[in-house]
């Protein structure tokens, strides 16, 4: 675990720098517009920390061939198919989130929360 | 056995079908679809809960657990999956009077929603969960905004954003744990986890309790909840409230006490939980909105689920379901009630509903029942739940936690009675009409007769889920 750490720190920090990047960007900005790309880019953050969390440097991608079976240098594949379905989750979610501005501009003729009020925030 | 995945697959399916045969406008596929697909799922849910006596695990997919997905069935998911099915019906079967337009989308989300709920309770795999919520939270930002109101999309966007950042915070705790323990299933990482160091086992319950807590309206992160459960449709209120927020607190619960082994957190369970408690019931006196007071007061009943599951008794289990049962039938029927009078006086205002008890005597009845059912009063269910969960906090030596408890109750029967005391005024209310709703009426009638069976179980220790304490939760769930 900490041999991981110490030679791809850049990775595991980075994509925590990502995440909380993103984080300040949702509580600060007010354009809902930037809100959702502050998400977008939170979840890209994590995405990079679950990808990472499979990744040993100097082995190779998880494909098995005719001429190449040994398993023990591959990476492990699993961390690759849930940021599949992550990536997936997060584009649903931001397709859905970016429909719901585009019905609050028709209401409002606004993007900044602060100006959209009609419930208590 | 049957195999739990039907739970799962038949209204996955059934959404998926309603949506290719989206042609038919009526509704009416849509309708019978949704209505086979949860008196299945509650039978089968019946079925577990009379069938289950040791923890069943079963193997999807063809591959063995560890790398696999399985599904579990122990008497705790047995449990919530009954009682959430049962009030799905019941939501199914209001819905068919109260949603004209746009049914096929309604019935689609709907069901979403149910297949979602029953996969997080089933799911044996951290991952697999992590996908079941995301359906969960989806199809209900989709169904809060339903009413395509200004009101709807503002909470519906709110929600969103939060439980975005949720579900952020449950993936990086994913990550984390997939990192120090290389494995994703519940049971495998049971056994893995205590020889992980200590500063990333407290960092990954911190992320995992702040990311399922937004999702369970745990207090710092209560803000969507009143918004997106006043904004939803009535039945969709009913299923929000009734189990919708509850099965992440469980999941919570279930994660940090049993599967990543943290004892100590169960005094920040009660810290959270009286706060959580407090703060709702006193929002909950401050509205003028019906819906918005109802949200609050199931924050109010999240929060003492949350101190009794904090508790170290050993019927700290068998006082939360209690208080999950009564909550889950109370609230539905509290909704389903102010959805009616919504829908006669087309007014949210509690001050505009003077009088409508002669107008509308049943709803007004289902609310009276609903309300002193939530409070904890004798001949009641509710009244024994609150009991358990009292008993249980104050059998671990928790007197004061047991008197702010009490505090929140008085403030819940305050405003409770304000609204009762506004229905039965004398003077009439304008523009009401009379309607009778005979779903109302079983519902009345299935508080009462839980709260008589309820108080002669509890009394002779039938309903002993005291045995079934933590571990159980989840024991061997893999091989």
């Known amino acids: ?121 | 056995m049957v195999n739990p995945i039907w739970l799962i697959l038949y209204p996955l399916c059934g959404a998926f079908v309603i949506s290719m045969l989206y042609s038919f406008k009526s509704g009416f596929v849509a309708k019978t679809i949704a209505i086979s697909a949860v008196l299945f799922n509650a039978v089968l849910a019946l079925y577990f809960l009379v069938n289950t006596n040791t923890p069943v695990s079963i193997t999807i997919a063809g591959f063995a657990p560890p790398v696999g997905i399985n599904l579990v069935v122990d008497h705790f998911s047995a449990f919530v999956l009954a009682v959430a099915n049962f009030i799905a019906v019941l939501s199914v079967v209001y819905s068919l009077n109260h949603i004209k337009e746009n049914a096929n989308k309604y019935y689609i989300l709907f069901l979403l929603l149910i297949a979602g709920s029953n996969g997080m309770l089933l799911t044996g795999d951290i991952f697999n969960m992590f996908v079941f919520f995301e359906i969960i939270c989806i199809s209900s930002y989709a169904l809060v905004a339903f009413e395509q109101n200004k009101n709807g999309f503002e909470a519906s966007l709110k929600y969103l954003i939060l439980g975005t950042l949720g579900s952020i915070l449950i993936l990086t705790a994913i990550a984390l744990i997939y990192m120090t323990t290389g494995t994703l299933n519940f049971g495998d990482i049971a056994v893995k986890f205590s020889s992980v160091e200590n500063g990333y086992k407290v960092l990954i319950a911190i992320f995992l309790l702040s990311g399922l807590g937004i999702e369970a309206a745990i207090f710092p992160f209560n803000t969507w909840l009143p918004d997106a459960h006043s904004s939803a449709p009535s039945p969709i209120s009913a299923v929000l409230s009734g189990f919708v927020i509850e099965i992440p607190l469980l999941i919570i619960v279930k994660i940090i006490t049993t599967i990543l082994g943290f004892s100590s957190f169960s005094s920040i369970f009660v810290v959270l939980g009286l706060t959580t408690l407090l703060v709702g019931e006193i929002s909950a006196f401050k509205q003028t909105n019906i819906k918005r007071a109802l949200a609050y007061s199931s924050m109010g009943q999240i929060g003492l689920m949350l101190i009794v599951l904090g508790t170290t008794s050993t019927e700290a289990l068998t006082g939360a379901l209690m208080v999950f049962l009564n909550h889950a039938f109370a609230k539905s029927l509290l909704f389903f009630s102010a959805g009616s009078m919504i829908k006669s006086t087309g007014s949210y205002e509690i001050s505009d509903y003077k009088g409508l008890a002669k107008k509308m005597p049943l709803s007004a009845f289902a609310f009276v029942i609903g309300a002193l059912s939530l409070i904890g009063v004798p001949p009641l269910f509710g009244f024994f739940s609150k009991f358990m969960a009292i008993k249980s906090i104050v059998s671990s030596g928790g007197y004061l936690v047991a008197t702010l408890i009490l505090l929140g109750t008085i403030i819940e029967t305050v405003y409770f009675v304000q609204i009762i005391q506004k229905l039965y005024n004398k003077k009439e209310a304008e523009g009401a009409i009379k309607q009778s709703s005979s779903l109302l009426a079983s519902l009345v009638s299935i508080i009462l007769i839980a709260g008589i069976t309820g108080s002669m179980f509890v009394i002779s220790g039938i309903i002993n889920f005291g045995n079934l304490s933590a571990v159980s939760f989840l024991t061997k769930p893999f091989n």
């Open chain 1, 1 to 121: 675990m900490m041999n991981i750490l110490t030679y791809t720190n850049i990775f595991f920090y980075g994509s925590l720098l990502l995440m909380i990047l993103g984080f300040v960007i949702v509580f600060t900005q007010k354009n809902i517009l930037k809100i959702i790309l502050g998400l977008n880019i939170a979840e890209t953050g994590v995405n990079i920390l679950i990808v990472f969390s499979g990744a040993i440097r100097s082995k190779s991608a998880p494909i098995i061939t005719n001429s190449f079976k040994d398993i023990t240098s591959m990476v492990d594949p699993i961390p690759q198919a849930l940021v599949l379905t992550s990536i997936v989750i997060g584009f649903g979610v931001t397709a859905f989130g970016l429909a719901l501005a585009v019905r609050l501009y028709e209401k409002y003729h606004t993007l900044d929360i602060s100006k959209i009020r009609g419930l208590k925030w």
